[in-house]
């Protein structure tokens, strides 16, 4: 299912003095399997976007086509939950959306919106919590009684129990350890890889930009500056330091090795890539 | 939802009005309350008509706003109106249906709450427009300050209230960003009966209380860890300045209430 922004605008509270216009123009294609991610800094319009990717918010003109529905600005509230089924959405620090008694029927809860029967539901948040990491005892418990980490675990479960066909993620790391931040983003990895979903990663995180996804786009002030792979984008780093982007760590080392005097095929995006070509000069000095 | 509530909310200017102490404005939108009521012939309500107006002309706020104001009780205005116009008696008989009449007094009584209303709206709705949350608490907590007297806790009512406006865009931004969380998880807020309606709420205000307690606790350990230890002995940072204008403001009332009772009959 691909997602489809044609000249999409978009105006918070229009003819009001609280307007504010957030969207200019916006022309991009989610396409089917693909993992992409989207940057830009605090306001440049990133989680306005990724409202429009379920029709949460609807474009003030243009239009989104989410698969066989398109979205228009007349469109109207009603029969949207097939498009929400397809795409699920976790927001930033999605633990705030907890409320069941216990994490399995938390997790339960958005499967039986969408129809599933109880039972069923059930498997799938027992399914999903082995996914996410936690075992089956936490089925039980309250929500409440989980650290942070454990909770945003049970969250996303959440989501994924809805088994979108999409899955969108608002920086879905922000806050965790390291080593959290590590299993989380090694689980989407297996779902794009494994169950062929595709992904919409918002982050600043340049390092798993580099490291997940094949398809950039990045925004600044509400419009689409750049799009390309992450080869394409990462390429031009002057540019990028410019609009105070950041770039990835190997290939910030890389550029520095450069001006040492020593000259890459093509700039290294990860550390692997960075690695292999250091063992392929086969310990050649500068 | 939340883009419709005029009432209540702050549009940042540099108007006179704006200009004001608080406490004159408060003060003076309650005081006008209170005299609105004097008012009782044509003459006194149009006096109070363009004396606010010229308010809300000096406000330099978009007049569609004050109107937007009155728009949630237009209900209650068309009410009350409706009941003063069909069972008022006295003067002539216009027309008579069973208990039902409507007579010279009552279009004319009709018209007069009518003005009421939307006069004492208007002045509300200034009020809050031109005056930031911050300084309507510090404004409240000056004017309570003699209660102290009766050992009424004034700095910490004024505390929560200016702890809960700060809260109120807070708490907003997090009612949309939870509501969101849910309809992307398939709640759907808007459709069904009045009991799918409510439960439907349920996923949202749990949620809310849960962060509202978090953030509260939070709230105090930060305050408590920068030396607050309640009221005694504590300054003040924001301190309200009366200038001569809101001596005029206050002088402007007071010939307006001469006025009005020189006019009324």
């Known amino acids: 299912m691909d997602i489809v922004f044609e000249q999409v605008n978009f105006t918070y509270q229009p003819d009001s003095p609280f307007e504010q216009r957030v969207l200019y123009d916006i022309n991009m ?76 029927k938390d997790i339960a809860f958005g499967p039986k919106n969408f129809g599933v029967s109880e039972e069923e539901a059930l498997e799938l948040a027992k399914e999903y919590l082995a996914l996410v990491g936690l075992d089956e005892s936490y089925l039980e418990r309250s929500p409440f009684d989980l650290s942070g980490g454990q909770m945003r675990r049970v969250a996303i479960a959440g989501v994924l129990a809805m088994e979108p066909e999409v899955l969108v993620l608002d920086e879905p790391t922000a806050g965790l350890d390291p080593q959290g931040r590590k299993e989380m983003m090694a689980i989407f990895e297996h779902l794009h890889q494994v169950r062929k979903m595709t992904i919409v990663l918002v982050t600043h995180l340049m390092d798993d930009v580099a490291d997940y996804a094949d398809y950039v786009y990045v925004l600044e002030k509400g419009k689409l500056v750049k799009d390309g792979t992450p080869e394409a984008v990462f390429q031009d780093i002057r540019w990028l330091e410019e609009k105070q982007l950041g ?8 550029k520095r090795l450069e001006e040492k005097g020593m000259s890459f095929k093509k700039l290294p995006l990860t550390a692997d890539e960075l690695a292999d070509a250091l063992v392929a000069r086969g310990g050649q000095s500068l | 939802m939340m883009n419709k509530l005029i ?12 200009r004001l102490d608080p406490r004159a ?80 007094f009552g279009v004319q009584n009709g018209i007069f709450i009518f003005c009421r ?10 009020l809050t427009l031109t005056t930031p949350p911050l300084e309507l608490s510090d404004a409240i907590e000056f ?26 865009p807070t708490l907003m931004d997090e009612t949309e960003k939870i ?8 709640v759907d807020f808007s459709e069904g009966n009045l009991i799918q309606k409510m439960k439907a709420v349920i996923p949202l205000l749990i949620p809310l209380f849960v962060s509202s307690f978090n953030r509260a606790d939070d709230l105090a350990t930060a305050m408590e860890a920068r030396g607050y230890q309640g009221g005694e002995g504590r300054t003040k940072y924001r301190v309200l300045h009366w200038h001569q204008k809101d001596t005029i403001a206050i002088c402007v009332y007071a010939f307006l209430t001469f006025a009005l009772i020189y006019l009324r009959d």
Request: proline share 4%; charged share 15%; aromatic share 14%.
């Open chain 1, 29 to 104: 294609t989610v396409k089917e399997g693909s993992y992409n991610a989207l940057v830009g800094h605090t306001g440049s319009g990133k989680s306005t976007i990724l409202q429009h990717l379920n029709a949460l918010l609807k474009p003030t003109s243009g239009h989104v086509k989410i698969g066989e529905r398109t979205i228009t600005p007349e469109t109207n509230n009603k029969n949207l939950k097939p498009i929400r089924k397809k795409v699920g959405i976790v927001f930033q620090f999605p633990e705030s959306q907890l409320f069941e008694e216990t994490v399995g």
């Open chain 1, 247 to 254: 770039v990835p760590t190997a290939a910030a080392f890389a």
């Open chain 2, 7 to 18: 009432l209540g909310r702050y549009i940042p200017g540099d108007s006179l009005i704006h």
């Open chain 2, 25 to 104: 404005k408060l003060l003076t939108s309650f005081y006008f309350i209170g005299i609105i009521f004097f008012a009782n012939n044509w003459q006194s309500y149009l006096l109070l008509g363009v004396f606010t107006l010229f308010c809300v002309y000096l406000s330099k706020v978009d007049f569609g706003f004050f109107l937007r104001g009155v728009r949630p009780l237009l209900w209650l205005i068309l009410f009350t109106v409706a009941l003063q116009i069909l069972f008022t008696s006295g003067g002539r008989v216009y027309w008579e249906w069973g208990v039902f009449q409507v007579t010279e």
């Open chain 2, 117 to 126: 209303f939307v006069l004492i709206i208007f002045m509300s709705t200034l």
């Open chain 2, 143 to 168: 004017i309570l300050r003699p209660l102290n007297a009766i050992h009424f806790p004034v700095h910490e009512i004024s505390l929560m209230l200016s702890i809960a406006l700060r809260f109120v």
């Open chain 2, 179 to 186: 509501m969101n969380a849910q309809r992307a998880r398939g």
